[in-house]
């Protein structure tokens, strides 16, 4: 059962939450359970998707598998059938001399190990006799046996009984398999099956700069998790059907990079991460010179009007960014952006109620960007599209970031364990749920080209991470494409009340939970400080 002072830590937690949401959809204008929207402006969109290729983030991978050794063996610690107390280690790489068949090992003799001269006798699948292990009186645990095959066996102190077997399956042709959560120095059924001759111990490394700390009873994946949980701005997932680690970068696009450096515990070379190679991130053609992208082929040099305001374009050298920042710098009155999509330009109006006039000056550009030329009136708009001013999107923006510190803070581990709870645990699959409705999507992550993204792929990082850049498109998006954003926050009068909507009603839910448990008056007596 959840202590007290869980619920409290939750009430405190989920109440930050609802307010930052709250706070967003004031500043939206909207009214919970209905809508309303600032003053009407003049939007024009591409008709057509414009066909853009898409953006990537810089990555890193392991340059090949963990473990490369194409033999394997069944287990580390096989089990005696009968009597016998010394733990029997397996270890060593398999050479494959014996081909892919059941090895049976026999006690010789009956005696405690340390203290009698015993002998075990390794015999393949006919029982034929391939070799003996001879265990002097006054061997140790530490005390290595290589068998001719490559294999080594340790014996933990404990009796051996006469005639007692166990058995090893090998094969020379199907190589390890990595397990991701076993120890770095784990033994037996412990053991991770890194690449023999690679070991991972106390230490630490850096990522972009970020010290990331490893300890010899750390597995792969907790290090992961610390790498994930870090400010290094980067995604660390295991591949289970590759056998290898992948660094992803945060931020989509060039001109990111992912430096690893100083290891001094072995655990960049043991992931075969020491000599991974950068693939760079792309940021598709967005960024390409116009006359290299093929949807924009017919376009010519020359000046474009908006609103009578002149807009020069070459595109030998101008891409479609390059003029999207070039008309937002103009003083044109307007806001270009791309919408949701990342495939559709719109351009909204700053005055609303104003008429918008486009004139391409003989460029074939707003024809390549499926744009009509000529007055754009307001009445010709839809009543449900809004704009905002850059002030006011850059408002919600901060909030917006608010909203994510809240989340992360909700969902992360608490410090103190008094503070955990079954109901902090189940919010993250419910939130997960309400975002995957929202947004439409299924899968562990969750993207938008609005500057939101959710990853819910490993319990240890923050669940909604809203950087910089990310910041910066949101407020874009929000005057450029109004009624995308509006949508995806609010709904559009059809399906709900969207991600804002969902997420408030989840966390009334969860504080009328908690208020039953504390009691209307104990909640507000007892506020976690």
Do not use: C
Request: proline share 3%.
């Amino acid at each position: 059962m959840d202590s007290r002072s869980g619920y409290r830590y939750a009430d405190h937690k989920v109440g930050n939450l609802k307010q930052a949401l709250s706070q967003l959809r004031g500043l939206w204008g909207q009214r919970r359970g209905g809508s309303s929207g600032p003053t009407q402006a003049v939007r024009v969109t591409s008709a057509l998707s414009l066909g853009l290729g898409g953006e990537t983030a810089a990555s890193l991978s392991s340059s090949e598998e963990i473990n490369t050794t194409p033999t394997s063996y069944s287990t580390h610690g096989p089990d005696w059938r009968g009597g016998s107390s010394s733990a029997m280690t397996v270890g060593g790489v398999y050479d494959g001399s014996n081909g892919s068949q059941t090895l049976t090992f026999e006690s010789s003799r009956t005696g405690i190990f340390g203290s009698d001269q015993l002998k075990v006798t390794v015999y393949d699948q006919t029982m034929r006799k391939l070799e003996d292990i001879t265990i002097n009186k006054f061997d140790t645990p530490e005390t290595v046996y290589t068998l001719s095959n490559g294999l080594t066996v340790q014996f933990s102190a404990g009796a051996f009984t006469r005639n007692d077997t166990t058995t090893l399956d090998v094969y020379d042709s199907v190589g390890t398999s990595v397990d991701a959560y076993q120890p770095f120095d784990g033994v037996r059924l412990a053991d991770p099956d890194l690449q023999p001759g690679l070991a991972v111990g106390d230490g630490s490394f850096t990522l972009n700069g970020t010290a990331i700390s490893v300890y010899a009873d750390d597995s792969i994946q907790a290090v992961l998790n610390r790498i994930n949980a870090s400010g290094a701005g980067v995604t660390a997932v295991f591949d289970t059907a590759t056998e290898s680690i992948r660094l992803e970068h945060g931020t989509i696009g060039s001109g990111t990079d992912i430096v690893l450096a100083d290891d001094t515990s072995g655990f960049l070379a043991a992931m075969k991460l020491d000599a991974a190679v950068l693939v760079s991130g792309d940021d598709g053609q967005l960024t390409q010179a116009m006359a290299d992208v093929p949807a924009f082929s017919a376009v010519s040099a020359g000046t474009l009007l908006i609103n009578g305001v002149a807009v020069v374009i070459d595109p030998a050298s101008d891409s479609l960014q390059n003029l999207i920042d070039r008309i937002n710098g103009s003083g044109a009155g307007v806001t270009a952006g791309l919408d949701g999509s990342g495939q559709r330009l719109t351009i909204v109006s700053d005055q609303p109620g104003q008429a918008l006039v486009l004139d391409d000056g003989g460029t074939g550009v707003f024809a390549a960007l499926s744009i009509a030329t000529g007055s754009h009136e307001p009445a010709a708009q839809n009543t449900e599209r809004t704009a905002f001013s850059r002030q006011q999107a850059l408002r919600m923006a901060r909030v917006m970031e608010d909203i994510s510190d809240a989340m992360n803070e909700l969902l992360a581990d608490p410090d103190d364990p008094a503070h955990a709870s079954g109901l902090l645990t189940g919010l993250r699959e419910a939130i997960r749920e309400r975002i995957e409705v929202a947004i439409d999507s299924n899968g562990p992550r969750y993207r938008t080209h609005y500057g939101i993204q959710f990853d819910f792929h490993d319990s240890q990082r923050r669940v909604f991470t809203f950087q910089d850049a990310d910041r910066s498109r949101f407020a874009a998006t929000v005057q450029s494409n109004t009624k995308g954003v509006r949508d995806l926050l609010f709904g559009n009068g059809t399906d709900g009340d969207g991600l804002i909507g969902k997420l408030e009603a989840l966390m009334d839910d969860t504080l009328s939970d908690i208020d039953d448990q504390l009691g209307v008056v104990g909640r507000a007596l007892d506020t976690f400080a």
